[in-house]
């Protein structure tokens, strides 16, 4: 008999522990928040929601899977690799809309509380899977273009550089390397080294009105997600804009485009530099600005 087969029972036990204590709970007035160990690929822990209503318990999703189908641009009845309709006949899942804004929420019911175990297990691996499958269907399908990879590796060495060269005895900065910069679709980032502080930077490539657009969605879902997972006081974000070219400079997207970047200033404290910008820096407060300069 081998170490793992004496000691299952103690390693199940462990195991199940950890586990357990992933988990935890918020109450909402009225409504439990289960805050899960599950995640999906934009750096979410999946959350599920038990209300007591007249007809029984009822556990939701809480809206969030409509919300980031809309966040993210995906019409789920109409993408067949998502495979909404199937997970919901799957899982047994119903739908319901919010007569006052027609927000959807994905639920179970049941009567039983003996239920809600396997109830919550369902919504919560429900919306990975669907989560999962809207972001591999927004954010991986298309590859990127080598202009936009050039551009973005460029500003990527240009700052290890300037890292590197602004570094002293008394303030070292080095490269922030973290897995979830890789599903916000940050390009780089730098780590204040003593500190808690990262400065978090986006490329915006504008070769194109498509690789245009899709650099301006990647950034916004980075700078949404980066805002609820680091707090204000440790987090600088930028982004790093080349130039226009001139003959989609009049296309009327673009003004659309160039709005949504102009608040990001006021919506996620984002500020925004040209590569010569960045080239020209003579330290690292344009990135690393006093508070209260």
């Known amino acids: ?20 204590s992933a988990w935890s709970i918020k109450d909402r007035q009225g409504t439990i928040e289960f805050i899960t160990p599950y995640s999906n690929l934009g ?19 809480g809206g969030k899977i409509h919300e980031t189908s809309v966040e993210q641009e995906v019409d789920l009845n109409h993408r067949a690799r998502i495979h909404y309709l199937d997970m919901l006949q799957k899982y047994d899942i119903k739908e319901t809309t919010r007569g006052s804004d027609k927000h959807v929420f994905c639920y179970k019911v049941t009567q039983d509380p003996k239920m809600l175990s396997a109830c919550i297990y369902d919504l919560a691996r429900f919306q990975e899977m669907v989560s999962n499958a809207i972001f ?5 399908d298309i590859e990127e ?9 460029r500003v990527k060495r240009l700052l290890n550089d300037k890292a590197h060269a602004f570094s002293t005895d008394k303030q070292r900065y080095e490269p922030f390397r973290d897995e979830q910069l890789k599903f916000w679709k940050f390009t780089t980032g730098i780590r204040k080294i003593g500190t ?28 949404m997600y980066a805002v609820k997972k680091i707090p204000k006081e440790n987090l600088y974000l930028s ?21 949504a970047m102009d608040g990001w200033k ?28």
């Open 136 to 140: 591999l269907e927004t954010l991986f």
């Open 239 to 259: 982004s790093i804009v080349d130039k226009l070219p001139e003959d989609i400079g009049q296309v009327r997207k673009v003004a659309f485009l160039q709005d």
């Open 266 to 293: 006021s919506e996620y404290g984002a500020t925004s530099f040209t590569y010569e910008e960045i080239d020209q820096m003579k330290g690292m407060d344009l990135l690393f600005p006093d508070p209260a300069a």
């Open 43 to 61: 750096g979410e822990f999946v959350s599920v929601f038990l209300t007591r209503r007249e007809n029984g318990f009822v556990v939701s999703d």
């Open 1 to 20: 008999m081998n170490i793992i087969d004496m000691n299952a029972t103690a390693l199940f036990q462990e195991i199940q522990a950890d586990f357990n």
């Open 196 to 223: 808690q502080k990262v400065w978090l930077g986006m490329t915006i490539h504008r070769s194109s009105m498509p690789v245009f657009e899709r650099a301006v969605h990647s950034a916004t879902f980075g700078f």
């Open 145 to 153: 273009p080598p202009e936009s990879r050039y551009f973005a590796n």
